[in-house]
């Protein structure tokens, strides 16, 4: 759908994806979870190739797994960070994307606190983008990892009852995230304070409760992050107020429930420490799994067919 398929071969979002977009993704991430159990955990997919992860807002899992995936595939990887790069001099992410682009890279990776950035970096660049967290808009890859690991886990995810719980007005992750899991079929509930829930959010397909009741009634449990850092004013009185309500711990966490988190988590505030360490959390499953599923994204964009695909030899992830 989209831009996925269409001339420019970008993943900006997750409408971006039909179900089969997403199917063909996962399965391609599967195959290279073979490659990530061998001692060297190296293909020549991408050899001769360039990726460019360009990171404008702090990041340890995404970047490095987007790191670790170009890495795997044998891409050339130029990692620009804007603190110590000339976007502390000012310069402007145009200028610094239309320089970047003068080294002929396959992918831009683009991580930004500015919603729709990503999109804008599309049109300065012939290369492929990909959005790897734009404000609090979008952070697609993120939720094709939650996909992953959640398939993993359970086999099929139609029918699926996932409650996504905390701050979801700041959350790029939770936006993704439902668009997703709502197209492979999941039943999604997102669930804070009404000050933390965007209104209108039901448009996407979910449902919205502003009680923990009926947490029960969910298979999975996705917890977020407070993100104090996008906060400007006041949306809950206070972090121990806003925990003892919305906090998930050992009491309202059934048995059977399975719990995710992106990362990073905020101990004691949105999750007790007992419940992060159990075996009903996926959440280092997750931080795993987006090594693969990165590699699958960078696969079906650069060598998957296409524009993107030029040079491509390998199709077919092979030994290196
Ligand atoms: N790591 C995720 C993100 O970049 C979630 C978070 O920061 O809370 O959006």
């Given at each position: 759908m989209m831009a996925w398929a269409a001339e420019g071969r970008h993943l900006l979002s997750i409408d971006d994806l039909g179900r089969e977009d997403i199917q063909r993704l996962l399965t391609r991430a599967e195959s290279f979870a073979e490659v990530s159990g061998?001692?060297?955990?190296?293909?020549?997919?991408?050899?001769g190739r360039t990726v460019i992860n360009l990171f404008y807002e702090s990041s340890t899992r995404t970047s490095a797994s987007f790191e670790l995936a170009a890495k795997r595939l044998s891409a050339d990887l130029l990692n620009i960070k804007s603190?110590?790069?000339?976007v502390d001099k000012g310069e402007s992410l145009k200028d610094t994307v239309q320089t970047l682009s003068a080294y002929d890279p396959a992918a831009i990776v683009i991580r930004s606190p500015n919603a729709g950035a990503a999109q804008m970096v599309s049109r300065w660049t012939t290369a492929s983008v990909i959005n790897a967290g734009d404000g609090k808009h979008e952070h697609p890859t993120q939720a094709l990892t939650d996909l992953y690991t959640l398939r993993r886990r359970v086999g099929s995810l139609e029918g699926l009852k996932l409650w996504i719980v905390?701050?979801?007005?700041?959350?790029r992750v939770a936006r993704s995230g439902i668009l997703a899991f709502v197209r492979m079929g999941c039943e999604v509930t997102v669930c804070g304070p009404p000050t933390l829930i965007p209104r209108?959010?039901?448009?996407?397909g979910c449902a919205v409760r502003h009680t923990l009741d009926e947490l029960a009634d969910a298979d999975v449990v996705y917890s977020l992050r407070m993100q104090l850092e996008r906060?400007?004013?006041?949306?809950?009185?206070?972090l121990r107020e806003y925990a003892a309500l919305y906090q998930i711990d050992s009491r309202r966490l059934t048995p059977t429930q399975l719990l995710m988190h992106p990362g990073p988590v905020n101990r004691g505030v949105e999750l007790d420490a007992r419940v992060i360490d159990s075996p009903q959390a996926l959440i280092v499953d997750q931080v795993e799994s987006g090594v693969v599923v990165r590699m699958a994204v960078l696969f079906e964009l650069?060598?998957?067919?296409?524009?993107?695909?030029?040079?491509?030899?390998?199709?077919e992830p092979q030994p290196a």
């Open positions: 061998r001692e060297i955990k190296k293909v020549p997919t991408l050899r603190v110590g790069s000339s905390g701050d979801v007005l700041h959350s209108g959010i039901e448009a996407l906060m400007q004013g006041t949306y809950v009185p206070s650069l060598a998957g067919g296409g524009r993107g695909a030029r040079n491509a030899t390998e199709q």
